[in-house]
């Protein structure tokens, strides 16, 4: 299971550590992930690590504002948000993926439920 907290309401400028915690198997094999969803939009890619944190990838809207950095003694992803934007609203999700680095959500094995990040203008 994966679990994401730390969303929450926060004003434009501002940041967000969101946490994901892996329990009920070991993630540290895994490539991890998050996505996010806006209010009527597809889901999107945000970030995605590998399994040791030596290649990160992100997507435009988000590079240069957004680290994801892991910690596999602890089973734990996180997503440092930082100058949030009010476009940057969703809920964001966690994933993890048992094989390759990838933008592609249709390749994420395991899902956590969520956590809504609201960014006012």
């Known amino acids: 299971q994966l679990q994401a907290s730390g969303g929450g309401l926060v004003q434009a400028g501002g940041s967000l550590r969101l946490s994901c915690v892996a329990s009920g198997r070991t993630f540290s094999s895994y490539v991890m992930g998050w996505f996010r969803q806006a209010p009527g939009k597809e889901r999107e890619f945000v970030a995605t690590?590998?399994?040791?944190?030596?290649?990160?990838y992100y997507a435009d809207s988000v590079r240069g504002r957004f680290t994801i950095a892991r910690d596999n003694a602890k089973n734990t992803v996180y997503l440092e948000m930082n100058n949030l934007k009010p476009e940057d609203t969703a809920v964001y999700y966690c994933?993890?993926?048992?094989?390759?680095?990838?933008?592609?959500?249709?390749?994420?094995?395991?899902w956590g439920q969520g956590t809504l990040v609201t960014v006012s203008s």
């Open positions: 994933a993890a993926d048992r094989t390759v680095v990838t933008e592609k959500a249709e390749l994420y094995d395991y």
């Open positions: 690590i590998a399994w040791s944190g030596s290649r990160t």
